[in-house]
């Protein structure tokens, strides 16, 4: 079992190697999600950058985390509301928590603008000794979800 250091770890390692902020965050849960590192790093690929390099939406690291969820909790049926309103949900607290780290910030642009460092909120980030705010960024949304999934486990 990969412990959450190990796995913010991995998507840190992801990002040193060239893969954007989606790509890192979702290439950490791959071994959970039953599918291969090739195929989270193909499907997350236009994500990084606020899409497509653009700066000008979603960050990437929450679009990786949101992936990681939708994969861990999918919603395949079209005709159950169900499933679909439990992963709405789960998402959308995972962009709660996010949000309350960074200041609110969701867009790549403002998020690179406000340059966030480390603080109490990133144990992750600090215990690897992370100054870049992407890097932070990856590791933190790694956190958020890997505690995340140790919550709905224990429901």
Known sequence: M???IQRCKLANEYHHQG???AQSVIGAFADLAGITKEQAMAVSGGF???VGGSHEE???AISGGVMALSLLYPHLDGANPDTKRDLYKITKEFRKRYQEIFGGLTQCIALL???PGTSEKTPAAIELGLTSHCDIMVVTAVQIVDEMLEELKAN
């Open 58 to 60: 979603l960050c990437g």
């Open 19 to 21: 893969y954007n902020c």
């Open 113 to 115: 603008k406000a340059h």
């Open 2 to 4: 990969i412990t959450n």
């Open 48 to 50: 990084g950058g606020g």
